[in-house]
């Protein structure tokens, strides 16, 4: 009797050990693998926020210097309210220092985190070939969509890979419960 008490205790013990190795080393080598895909991806993020920055500069500056030029007020908002859609965009301010009152018209939360700020030339190019400052864009960005994207991803992240260890880990248990454990039933009747 004392043989099948210490062979149910071992079969037990060894599978339970087995499983917290398998939970362990799979959550550690997820977590880092997922650590690496996170930092990966934010670089990237971080890297599509300066191109979309350069973006604006080449390409949506000389509309909006048009605009500023003629003193288009109302066309003016509808480019800096389009130019809030970009997902990092906090804040746009165009200041027009050519005449009298210095126009200042802007789009967005002035108080916003400014984890970026630019300020771009407005110029515009007159028909003769001349350039002409008519004032300046300053852009805020903020970082904290990405982050808060990222925080979103490393929590489904987290809760898939726990998920599928511990499903793992059930799997393993029960093969090793129907492949060790008929061995040893076998070699205890054999015993007995």
Partial sequence: MR????LARLKSKLAFQLIIYVIICGLFFSIL???????????KDLENIHINL?????????????STYQLNIEQLR?????????????????TDTTTENALRIHEGNPDSRKDIVKTFP??????????????????VASYLSVYDDHWEQASVILLSTTFQILFT????????QFIITRHLIFMARYVE
């Fill in 3 to 6: 043989f099948f008490y210490r």
């Fill in 33 to 43: 693998a997922s650590a690496f895909q996170l930092y990966f991806d934010y670089r």
């Fill in 54 to 66: 350069r973006f604006i500069e080449e390409s949506l500056l000389p509309p909006l210097a048009n």
């Fill in 78 to 94: 509808l480019q800096l309210k389009s130019l809030l859609q970009f997902p990092f965009m906090e804040y746009i301010e165009v």
């Fill in 122 to 139: 407005l110029i515009y190019k007159r028909t003769s070939g001349e350039d002409v400052e008519v004032g300046s864009v300053t852009v």
């Fill in 169 to 176: 880990a059930i799997i393993i248990l029960v093969i090793i």
